[in-house]
């Protein structure tokens, strides 16, 4: 129900759009966030879009890199990012979910997950 897209292999300082559209249905009031996981490490929270309002919320260690946003017309959310390092390494997915506002960073409170798209970073 949610594709990702526009991952790969990039060089540090460089940049990279991830989409997330959503196919077969339509975003409406729920977050729609993403998130994120490196080999061996546990998935981590990276930036979320409440779809309704656009208020936009982030990780610490991409706020300031990372810029999340979403357009209606496509039904789609996208993930700018900037200034890559090799720590953003990892598989990113989309996932939504409409539960209340404190969930917005638990992975757990998602019930609609992408199969999620690899960015390598390379120093």
């Known amino acids: 129900q949610l594709v990702e897209s526009g991952g790969g292999l990039v060089q540090a300082g460089d940049s990279l759009r991830l989409s997330c559209a959503a196919s077969g249905r339509t975003f409406s009031n729920e977050n729609v966030a993403w998130f994120r996981q490196a080999p061996g490490k546990e998935r981590e929270f990276v930036a979320a879009?409440?779809?309704?309002?656009?208020?936009?919320y982030y990780a610490d260690s991409v706020k300031g890199r990372f810029t999340i946003s979403r357009d209606k017309a496509e039904n789609t959310v996208y993930l700018q990012m900037s200034s890559l390092n090799p720590e953003d390494t990892a598989v990113y997915y989309c996932a939504a979910h409409r539960g209340i506002l404190s969930t917005i960073r638990v992975g757990t409170a998602y019930s609609v997950w992408g199969q999620g798209t690899q960015v390598t970073v390379s120093s």
């Open positions: 879009i409440r779809w309704s309002g656009g208020f936009t």
